[in-house]
């Protein structure tokens, strides 16, 4: 996020924050899955604006926020074909055993050809005074 912030910065350009809410888990009887689609977007809400928030210490800029239903893939690569404004994809990439997680992998792999934009990612070990050096 500090890296996409201080790009959109120096670039005069925008940035877009997006929480994907994956509700497959949510199919139970009809009240309580609306009820549990409301918490779960009170949740993503609250913490789309906390990044924000975060986004305007560093550029002093309001970013687009987006909060979407479905596979985290599938909505990203949406939102990037809907939305012309957009030029780019920044990731950042894990830092577990495990890899880079799911977005990177994909989006480095079979899904970077669904792309119209090209694909930034920024390690998950670098401290912010490194990301302030190259951004």
Do not use: C
Not at 23 to 35: F, K, L, Y
Not at 51 to 56: C, F, G, I, T
Request: charged content about 25%.
């Amino acid at each position: 996020m500090r890296y996409a912030a201080r790009l959109a910065k120096a670039n005069r350009g925008h940035l877009g924050i997006l929480h994907v809410m994956n509700i497959d888990d949510v199919q139970q009887w009809e009240n309580i899955e609306a009820r549990m689609r409301r918490e779960m977007r009170a949740q993503a809400e609250k913490y789309i604006w906390s990044v924000a928030r975060r986004v305007n210490e560093i550029n002093g800029m309001i970013p687009s926020l987006y909060i979407q239903e479905g596979s985290h893939d599938d909505v990203l690569i949406d939102i990037i074909n809907r939305d012309m404004a957009i030029k780019m994809l920044v990731l950042g990439g894990g830092t577990s055993v495990g890899g880079p997680g799911p977005l990177v992998s994909y989006f480095t792999g079979k899904g970077l050809g669904r792309l119209r934009v090209p694909v930034v990612v920024v390690p998950g070990h670098l401290d912010p005074q490194k990301i302030d050096a190259i951004s």
